[in-house]
């Protein structure tokens, strides 16, 4: 069985194991292709290229960027781009440098609800320079406030929560032609995430694509068979290629396993013909 997951963090970002460990569990689990795509940063794929050419595991460069959306945001995968480009890492590293700006307004909140937190802990625990509200999550985990991310999002850090602070993003049209700039596809991430306040899906997908998206995230751990089968549809009305993905983050959401999602994930390996088609064609 050749599996294929094309959405993976690491501790590079907010996921919790290592490049190398990230690819002993997509061996272990059957994955023979897979994309690294770490929240703002790129420093785990050539650890990730390394490993994966002992195990024979095909590794594309990959990233995912948090997109502004009016209350919301979008998150735009990218695939099969150079991830040496300097403007892609410069305009990464401007990220990261306002992930470093928001972070201690999140703790400085959660110390004024009474909460005992340093962000020298969270940075502890991250150990990376793209730290994510999830680190800090884990850490609010280890000191039982919540049991949960999910709930340190709904008490605390999600949009309208008291420790929510926003991050200067760029716009959907933006995050795509960064992509783009750096020779990758561009590729809406899990759909169900999406909130259109005005329109429905459809017309912001159409939109997208009109500013250079290629792809939708239609096999997605969390979506419904019935979600899988709508995304399918609006991919082929629109004209845009279709990926797949579990967002395995390792013990930040530890019910998410490499290549399966909940288990119930099944990407069809040949999409990735298609993808690697498109890239060519770049
Ligand atoms: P940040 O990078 O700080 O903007 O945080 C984004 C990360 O938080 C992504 O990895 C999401 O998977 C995760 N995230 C966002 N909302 C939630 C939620 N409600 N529950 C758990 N994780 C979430
Ligand atoms: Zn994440
Ligand atoms: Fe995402
Ligand atoms: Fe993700």
Same mark, same amino acid.
């Given at each position: 069985?050749? *599996?294929?997951?094309?959405?993976?963090?690491?501790?590079?970002?907010?996921? +919790?194991?290592?490049?190398?460990?990230?690819?002993?569990?997509?061996?272990?689990?059957?994955?023979?292709?897979?994309?690294?795509?770490?929240?703002?940063?790129?420093?785990?794929?050539?650890?990730?290229?390394?490993?994966?050419?002992?195990?024979?595991?095909?590794?594309?460069?990959?990233?995912? @960027? +948090?997109?502004?959306?009016?209350? +919301?945001?979008?998150?735009?995968?990218? #695939?099969?781009?150079?991830?040496?480009?300097?403007?892609?890492?410069? =305009?990464?590293?401007?990220? %990261?440098? !306002?992930?470093? *700006?928001?972070?201690?307004?999140?703790?400085?909140?959660?110390? +004024? $609800?009474?909460?005992?937190?340093? #962000?020298?802990?969270? %940075?502890?625990?991250?150990?990376?320079? !793209?730290?994510? =509200?999830?680190? @800090?999550?884990?850490?609010?985990?280890?000191?039982?406030?919540?049991?949960?991310?999910?709930?340190?999002?709904?008490?605390?850090?999600?949009?309208?929560?008291?420790? #929510?602070?926003? =991050?200067?993003?760029?716009?959907?049209?933006?995050? @795509?032609?960064?992509?783009?700039?750096?020779?990758?596809?561009?590729?809406?991430?899990?759909?169900?995430?999406?909130?259109?306040?005005?329109?429905?899906?459809?017309?912001?997908?159409?939109? &997208?694509?009109?500013?250079?998206?290629?792809?939708?995230?239609?096999?997605? !751990?969390?979506?419904?068979?019935? /979600?899988? *089968?709508? #995304?399918?549809?609006?991919?082929? /009305?629109?004209?845009?290629?279709?990926?797949?993905?579990?967002?395995?983050?390792?013990?930040?959401?530890?019910?998410?396993?490499?290549? @399966?999602?909940?288990?119930?994930?099944?990407?069809?390996?040949? $999409?990735?013909?298609? &993808?690697?088609?498109?890239?060519?064609?770049?």
């Amino acid at each position: 069985m050749n *599996r294929l997951d094309l959405h993976l963090h690491t501790n590079r970002s907010d996921g +919790s194991f290592t490049p190398t460990q990230v690819l002993e569990l997509a061996h272990e689990a059957g994955v023979t292709a897979l994309a690294i795509t770490d929240h703002d940063i790129m420093m785990g794929i050539p650890e990730a290229t390394l490993v994966g050419q002992q195990l024979g595991i095909e590794v594309i460069p990959g990233i995912e @960027i +948090s997109s502004n959306f009016g209350d +919301s945001e979008l998150h735009m995968l990218g #695939y099969f781009l150079d991830w040496q480009d300097v403007r892609l890492n410069e =305009r990464l590293s401007t990220l %990261r440098e !306002s992930r470093h *700006r928001r972070n201690p307004q999140i703790i400085e909140r959660l110390q +004024s $609800l009474g909460i005992d937190i340093t #962000y020298d802990e969270v %940075r502890a625990l991250a150990g990376t320079d !793209s730290v994510g =509200r999830p680190h @800090i999550a884990r850490v609010l985990m280890e000191k039982h406030v919540v049991a949960s991310a999910k709930e340190a999002f709904d008490r605390f850090f999600a949009n309208g929560k008291p420790a #929510y602070v926003p =991050r200067d993003l760029p716009s959907p049209a933006e995050a @795509i032609q960064w992509i783009k700039a750096a020779k990758g596809l561009a590729v809406l991430a899990h759909p169900t995430w999406v909130k259109t306040t005005e329109g429905t899906l459809t017309d912001l997908v159409r939109q &997208l694509k009109a500013d250079g998206l290629n792809g939708v995230e239609v096999h997605y !751990s969390t979506h419904t068979a019935r /979600q899988t *089968r709508e #995304y399918l549809t609006l991919a082929k /009305q629109v004209g845009l290629l279709v990926t797949g993905g579990s967002d395995f983050h390792g013990l930040t959401k530890p019910d998410i396993e490499v290549g @399966i999602g909940r288990g119930t994930l099944h990407i069809p390996y040949s $999409l990735l013909h298609k &993808l690697k088609d498109a890239a060519a064609q770049l």
